[in-house]
């Protein structure tokens, strides 16, 4: 027979204090307004826990309570995100107090998640993420929370900056610019870890929240009260990737591609295509899965490819994606009517599906809706083609001027332009767009892949969850914690493998 123990009042504190934390933040997420409203109760124990905390601001709280009438407190909207920050660090520090008290069992599991949230390694050493996409500056930002100030991240990105398929073209001669993958980031607002990312990305102003009602119910994107849209305030998505790396004190190389991994006395040595080697302890791989895709873990070579089991390679192989290509067209300003017309009031995209174009997004009227600055030079939209349309056209590449005119023609058409001329244009063929297939990890709480445990390298992607920027940040976080705790002296006893997996063999993906 299980015996109920009551819990201390310490503890009862730090569950109340947690539900009017999530009783603000659904306040602050529900509504842009300057002025906050909140209950008196959940006000007065979120500013009374932390009051110490928030310097200047805590007489401002309190003249908030004074002057309040009735069961409401009004306090400015800035006021009340520094008493959310004050008291999501107190949650993280104090939390930790009920597992040591309870154990496991008696805790939820958010507050185990706060708890390993908390336990920072203060670890000094060089970690690689290769890729610098949504995934890998996730990994990074996580990683720095996780094992303090002194490690060394280091990213290597093949590109010339961040995006990876949130990538944005930027047409300087008219200043505009064009979300050429992923247009929006689509976080689950119910996940701490999405809530809290989100939040920084907006108080930062580097994006804005895009209510759903403007988007459109496409089958690719995640439609529901919980999830939150963000839009880059100017223009492109790959601000907030670059804002994550930059908070994540990470040292970001460009145009530097991973082109071999090796075990060498108890490191990685990575080699670029171009430059000289180096060596790190640890590598989480931060790239597509394997698939027809220029840049992606069957491009990557060495004795790594040796360390990946049986098991893990059918898991790999059988990830599924889609193809799709995405073409930017900037037109004249005097085209904005027609566009204006054609979306209709307030609508950021609009679906076509006819033989050739998938969706429609008006990327002028985005920058518009975030409050970034508008171009006078010229507009862009940008067309995503149909699945059977890339796939008809899959051997064809992105300088083709015959596909580009043929889409061009076909987006005229579509909005009434007649003969308008283009100003510029940017083609992008994603071989591996949207996952349709994710792998199969054996565990829902396992999204990522451990391929080696001394030393550390981890695989981590949206292929572990599902295609959107929330199912990046999922698995990005995952494997950072697991990296984390083998850098912080859990390695397995046999080095170069996992130990979890019993089907460990010598072999590559591709089963040589």
């Not at 601000?239 to 004190?249: G, P, Q, T, V």
């Not at 890339?390 to 889409?407: F, I, P, Q, W, Y």
Request: charged fraction near 25%; proline fraction near 3%; include cysteine.
């Amino acid at each position: 027979m299980a015996v109920e123990v009551e819990p201390s009042a310490a503890a009862q504190h730090r569950a109340e204090v947690k539900r009017c934390y999530q009783s603000a933040r659904q306040v602050l997420k529900a509504t842009d307004a300057q002025e906050i409203k909140l209950h008196r109760e959940d006000y007065t124990c979120l500013a009374s826990t932390v009051l110490s905390e928030l310097g200047d601001v805590a007489t401002m709280m309190r003249e908030c309570l004074k002057s309040a009438n009735g069961d409401e407190v009004t306090a400015p909207r800035g006021a009340m995100m520094s008493l959310m920050k004050a008291v999501a660090a107190w949650l993280a520090t104090n939390v930790k107090a009920d597992i040591c008290a309870a154990g496991p069992a008696g805790v939820t599991e958010d507050f185990q998640k706060g708890a390993e949230e908390a336990a920072v390694v203060h670890w000094q050493g060089r970690v690689l993420v290769v890729g610098a996409g949504a995934t890998g500056a996730c990994t990074v930002l996580r990683l720095r929370s996780r094992l303090g100030s002194g490690a060394r991240l280091v990213v290597w990105e093949k590109a010339r900056g961040a995006g990876g398929r949130m990538s944005t073209n930027r047409q300087d001669s008219i200043g505009v610019r064009a979300d050429m993958g992923a247009p929006y980031l689509s976080l689950n607002g119910g996940d701490p870890n999405c809530s809290a990312v989100a939040d920084m990305l907006v108080d930062s102003r580097v994006c804005a929240s895009i209510p759903s009602d403007l988007l459109s119910s496409t089958t690719e994107r995640p439609l529901g009260n919980e999830w939150i849209h963000l839009a880059g305030v100017e223009g492109g998505v790959n601000d907030a990737l670059k804002r994550i790396l930059d908070e994540a004190n990470a040292e970001v190389k460009y145009e530097h591609r991973l082109a071999s991994l090796d075990e060498h006395f108890g490191q990685w040595r990575a080699r670029p295509f171009s430059g000289h080697s180096e060596d790190f302890d640890a590598v989480i791989l931060a790239v597509p899965g394997c698939g027809i895709g220029g840049d992606n873990l069957n491009k990557i070579h060495g004795g790594w490819e040796r360390m990946i089991s049986n098991e893990q390679n059918k898991r790999l192989l059988a990830v599924q994606h889609d193809q799709r290509w995405a073409f930017a067209l900037f037109f004249p300003m005097d085209c904005a009517s027609k566009f204006d017309s054609f979306f209709g009031t307030g609508s950021l995209e609009k679906i076509v599906d006819d033989s050739v174009v998938h969706l429609l997004c008006y990327q002028s009227r985005k920058v518009r809706h975030t409050g970034g600055q508008v171009s006078r030079s010229g507009l862009a939209v940008v067309a995503h083609t149909t699945v059977d349309w890339a796939h008809r056209n899959s051997r064809a590449n992105g300088r083709d001027k015959r596909l580009l005119d043929e889409v061009s023609e076909r987006v005229r058409k579509i909005v009434g332009l007649g003969r308008t001329r283009l100003l510029a244009s940017k083609v992008i063929t994603w071989k591996q767009c949207q996952v349709t297939k994710a792998i199969s990890s054996g565990s829902p709480d396992r999204p990522y892949m451990l391929i080696s445990s001394a030393p550390p390298m981890l695989l981590a992607g949206d292929y572990f969850t599902e295609s959107n920027f929330g199912g990046c940040l999922k698995s990005a976080f995952a494997a950072a914690d697991v990296l984390a705790e083998k850098l912080s002296g859990c390695y397995g006893k046999r080095r170069g493998m996992d130990n979890t997996d019993p089907t460990y063999h010598k072999r590559s993906r591709s089963g040589r």
